[in-house]
T-cell receptor, first 113, second 112 residues
Framework: AQSVTQPDIHITVSEGASLELRCNYSYGATPYLFWYVQSPGQGLQLLLKYFSGDTLVQGIKGFEAEFKRSQSSFNLRKPSVHWSDAAEYFCAVVANTGNQFYFGTGTSLTVIP | ETGVTQTPRHLVMGMTNKKSLKCEQHLGHNAMYWYKQSAKKPLELMFVYNFKEQTENNSVPSRFSPECPNSSHLFLHLHTLQPEDSALYLC???????????FGSGTRLTVV
């Protein structure tokens, strides 16, 4: 069965510093991969997604993610974090046959001045 | 505004009450979902509707009853809930099942 692991429950970074949030998945074939962000009291907003093709995908708000098949990873990155990026980030995977999404437990990001 | 609207945003109900959560989307999506988000736990898929037909019920207790009258509206009827049902209930929709969800802002439910 598919599963998603986000090893970091909570990360703190300084404003302007770079950011990398880790995501590992377990699936026999190449899945579809997603990153979502959730601000307090809000629903989840799609940041970016990978279906196929270029393994480096660009998303909204200056985020990018790289799919590495050999490592079963889909880490989210941002070169310079802004205070408004403080939120909960969720990685998700769905089989390319279109079955249900599996979400990680999320990584909470705190940005300090 | 994401295109998926959930009402109410907050709901406090007693264990003997009956209430309903509403979700509405006008994105032309064919699939709609109910998720439960509890603290420190992964998002839990509750129900899936595809072209108004329920296609998944992930062992959800019968005190939760979904209804999908058309492809734009989804309801979650609640009755005799337990305190552990307190959570954020998220509605989502997608063009095709599993192809990138659009989420609503959720209903924060507190059962007292």
């Amino acid at each position: 069965a598919q599963s998603v692991t986000q090893p970091d429950i909570h990360i703190t970074v300084s404003e302007g510093a770079s950011l990398e949030l880790r995501c590992n998945y377990s699936y026999g074939a190449t899945p579809y991969l997603f990153w979502y962000v959730q601000s307090p009291g809000q629903g989840l907003q799609l940041l970016l997604k990978y279906f196929s093709g270029d393994t480096l995908v660009q998303g909204i708000k200056g985020f990018e993610a790289e799919f590495k098949r050999s490592q079963s990873s889909f880490n989210l990155r941002k070169p310079s974090v802004h205070w408004s990026d403080a939120a909960e980030y969720f990685c998700a995977v769905v089989a390319n046959t279109g079955n249900q999404f599996y979400f990680g437990t999320g990584t909470s990001l705190t940005v300090i001045p | 505004e994401t295109g998926v609207t959930q009402t109410p945003r907050h709901l406090v109900m007693g264990m003997t009450n009956k209430k309903s959560l509403k979700c509405e989307q006008h994105l032309g999506h064919n699939a709609m979902y109910w998720y439960k988000q509890s603290a420190k736990k992964p998002l839990e898929l509750m129900f899936v509707y595809n072209f108004k037909e329920q296609t998944e019920n992930n062992s959800v207790p019968s005190r939760f009853s979904p209804e999908c009258p058309n492809s734009s509206h989804l309801f979650l009827h609640l009755h005799t809930l337990q305190p552990e049902d307190s959570a954020l209930y998220l509605c989502a929709s997608s063009q095709e099942r599993g192809y990138g969800y659009t989420f609503g802002s959720g209903t924060r439910l507190t059962v007292v």
